[in-house]
């Protein structure tokens, strides 16, 4: 390994930082990425009074004090303050307006500012990875930039999936750290069912799929142990066997750091569908038709079909990553819509609640909302307030999916293409990790990432069409 270069591609990545936040003060990627979009504005309390049925007094317990003097004690008590809640009914025809979302909407919260990072990141990988696609196919692969670009998109995007899943992860922790045991369980379950199922999957992957992860296995085992001869040291290999099973628990973490990215992709992405229409309407089934196409071309039965006709398997490949590639523009295109999705549940939210009827004879405990009929005013400022200040934190949840895929994609394009092991065959640098391996391994966890979200789409639209259909039309007995 080249060190020199290392180094030069880190400071090329802190130049291109540096960059994008100078930008930054003239023009704002992640409120141009959210502009068009329309949010529901907070019911304000003077509107709500119009609809008002009562009031609830809540009256705090009388302070009591004892003074003694010459001429014994005496009780002195303050006045018992009241405070007046505003009860309106609840099926009230609240309307809520709405606006364009504006930069204020961006606060300080902690997943906006993750929001603005990942997207300023993401953008800047795709400027590179374009800028080395056109290099390459102007000069080819002798540029000097052939070299050193690899690098830098390497160094660029890895650096940028890691940093999805680290805030993935805080989200994770964050929820555990405020007591959200359902949503913790939920996380490890995932987590759990992702690593077994990986397990049975790369057990079996030289009989059903086509990864190739024993070719790759093998092209590291011998870079290694010719690195170690030439060098003088000891072979310390590691089993093909270990190593699957490390892929099956880093697939458990991911599993367990997708799940509510995956969710919340499911849910926006069941709900726009609902309103798009024409290219838009497409471009949503689109999403679910890539992640068909991709599972399936990764298995031995294509692979054979392909081959049969005559296709080359450097043209199999090929379409492989252009395929992944364009799942991921596609997501990207079609973000704009889940986010819409995503600020209408405020509306949607308020909807469900004024067409629930509860019966006069059944009676409800007395919890969020009030008694059967009534609703305190502060919850529906709440209900509709909650969503807007998640806003950015649903955006990083709907991106970290799209980055970990164009990463992947990308690093397996230019260090596992048929370019990169010519380059590797003619210079032979007696790097450990060869093209093989990485577009083998790489290639897998961005199929296994197109297997778990559509895994997740089937059984989370199927959930939520039934929960939409319960709350909206069917009326509580």
Same mark, same amino acid.
């Given at each position: ?29 992640? =409120?141009? @990425?959210?502009?068009?979009?329309? %949010? ?15 009031? @609830? ?18 009780? @002195? ?27 204020? #909407? ?5 997943y906006d500012i993750y929001f603005e990072v990942l997207l300023n990141l ?30 830098l998109i390497f160094f660029w995007n890895g650096s940028t999936a890691l ?11 964050? +929820? ?40 790759? +296995? ?13 060098? #003088? ?80 398997? #450097? ?8 395929? =992944? ?71 990083v949840q709907l991106l970290t999916p799209v980055v970990m895929l164009f990463?992947?994609?990308? %690093? ?19 790097? %450990?990790?060869?093209?093989?391996? +990485? ?12 297997? +778990? ?25």
């Amino acid at each position: 390994m080249d060190w020199r270069r290392v180094k030069s591609e880190v400071v090329a990545a802190l130049v291109f930082v540096y960059l994008l936040n100078f930008l930054r003060k003239f023009f704002n990627l992640a =409120l141009a @990425s959210l502009s068009g979009l329309q %949010i529901y504005e907070t019911p304000t309390t003077e509107y709500l009074k119009q609809f008002a049925i009562s009031s @609830s007094k809540t009256n705090e317990p009388i302070k009591k004090s004892k003074k003694s003097g010459k001429r014994g004690s005496f009780a @002195s008590s303050t006045k018992a303050a009241v405070e007046e809640e505003l009860l309106i009914e609840r099926s009230a025809p609240i309307v809520l307006d709405s606006r364009s979302v504006k930069a204020t #909407d961006l606060s300080d919260y902690v997943y906006d500012i993750y929001f603005e990072v990942l997207l300023n990141l993401t953008a800047g990988g795709l400027v590179l990875y374009f800028v080395h696609e056109l290099v390459v196919l102007v000069s080819g692969d002798a540029a000097v930039w052939a070299v050193d670009g690899k690098g830098l998109i390497f160094f660029w995007n890895g650096s940028t999936a890691l940093f999805a899943v680290v805030v993935m992860l805080r989200l994770l922790l964050d +929820y555990a750290s405020h007591g959200d045991t359902n949503d913790t369980m939920l996380a490890l379950i995932t987590g759990s069912v992702s690593m077994l199922t990986t397990m049975t999957i790369v057990m079996s992957s030289e009989t059903f799929f086509d990864f190739e992860l024993d070719k790759g +296995y093998d092209d590291v085992s011998a870079r290694m142990t010719s690195f170690c001869k030439l060098h #003088d040291l000891p072979q310390q290999g590691v089993s093909l066997k270990m190593i699957k099973l490390l892929l099956a628990l880093s697939c458990g973490g991911l599993g367990m750091v997708l799940t509510f990215p995956t969710l919340r992709f499911i849910r926006c992405q069941t709900g726009a569908q609902n309103y798009a229409s024409g290219v838009w309407a497409v471009l949503l089934r689109s999403n679910l038709v890539l992640l068909v196409l991709v599972t399936i071309s990764f298995t031995k039965a294509a692979r054979e079909q392909l081959d049969t006709a005559g296709v080359q398997p #450097d043209t199999i490949r090929t379409a492989r990553s252009l395929l =992944l590639m364009v799942l991921v523009f596609n997501r990207l295109l079609t973000f704009k819509l889940h986010m819409q999705n995503y600020l209408n549940t405020a509306e949607e939210s308020l909807l469900n609640l004024q067409r629930i009827e509860v019966p006069k004879n059944v009676k409800v405990k007395q919890g969020m909302w009030g008694s059967s009929h009534k609703i305190p005013a502060a919850q529906v400022q709440r209900l509709v307030a909650k969503v807007s200040t998640f806003m950015a934190g649903v955006g990083v949840q709907l991106l970290t999916p799209v980055v970990m895929l164009f990463a992947i994609c990308s %690093i397996s394009r230019i260090r596992g293409g048929a370019g990169a092991e010519l380059l590797a065959a003619q210079q032979d640098d007696g790097q %450990i990790v060869g093209p093989l391996f +990485y577009r083998s391994f790489l290639l897998f966890y961005a199929w296994w990432i197109c297997v +778990y979200t559509l895994a997740g789409m089937l059984a989370g639209s199927l959930w939520f069409s039934f929960t939409r259909h319960s709350i909206k039309e069917k009326k509580f007995t």
